[in-house]
């Protein structure tokens, strides 16, 4: 294969049973407001919930904040398996023409002090390489608090023909929430691919 020299766009090949993509950068707030009321229906029909109750509020509530919240990221996710799940948000964010030790700078969360007045439990996060070949990483801290333990996940990939690094975090104030979804968020960055203009994904 020809080594490419354009990016004509992204490909995001992900379980839509699992994951429920949010409006990307750039959406404007009515749009932002369509999607809620959308994404909120579309919740209801897969809980059986009923409008105007208690749960469909609720539904309407975390949809809203997730949508539009200030998450600094192109692309967000969430999940939400069952009505009494903790939400699990993913934020995706495509870095062009930037060094990579200034990627992982960037997007190493322990460059400023956790909230609530945390710590971290280590510095050295536990890394492990989930596609060698494609060169896709995760690597996980952890946060400590008068909460308890708080993940930060990276997953990260590196698209040299393009100089594009792929970057996908997870922070939640859940260790439970994040171990159970640990596979779907690998899962999800597997998924991530930059497609050429011969529509080739890399």
Same mark, same amino acid.
Request: charged fraction near 25%.
């Given at each position: ?44 029909d ?38 009494n ?5 993913? @934020?995706?964010?495509?870095?062009? &023409?930037?060094? =990579?030790?200034?990627?992982? %700078? $960037?997007?190493?969360?322990? #460059?400023? /002090? ?12 536990q890394?492990?390489t ?26 990260? @990939?590196?698209?040299?023909?393009? &100089?594009?690094? =792929?970057?996908?975090?997870? %922070? $939640?104030?859940?260790?439970? #929430?994040? /171990? ?23």
């Amino acid at each position: 294969m020809t080594t490419p020299t354009t990016a004509t766009g992204m490909h995001l090949d992900f379980d839509t049973a699992v994951w429920l993509a949010g409006p990307p950068v750039g959406t404007t707030a009515d749009e932002i407001a369509r999607w809620v009321v959308d994404a909120t229906a579309a919740c209801m029909d897969d809980f059986d919930v009923t409008a105007h109750t208690a749960q469909a509020g609720y539904l309407h509530e975390v949809l809203n904040s997730f949508a539009t919240a200030e998450l600094a990221c192109d692309f967000r996710f969430i999940r939400l398996r069952a009505l009494n799940d903790i939400p699990l948000i993913a @934020r995706l964010n495509i870095i062009v &023409d930037t060094p =990579l030790e200034e990627v992982l %700078a $960037a997007t190493d969360p322990t #460059a400023s /002090a956790p909230a609530a007045g945390g710590r971290w439990y280590e510095r050295a996060p536990q890394t492990e390489t989930l596609d060698e070949q494609r060169g896709l990483e995760r690597r996980t801290w952890f946060a400590v608090d008068d909460g308890g333990i708080r993940p930060h996940v990276r997953h990260h @990939r590196r698209v040299e023909a393009y &100089d594009v690094d =792929l970057v996908l975090s997870c %922070a $939640a104030h859940s260790l439970r #929430a994040v /171990a159970a979804g640990m596979a779907d968020l690998d899962a999800l960055a597997r998924g991530i691919s930059i497609v050429d203009e011969n529509g080739a994904q890399w």
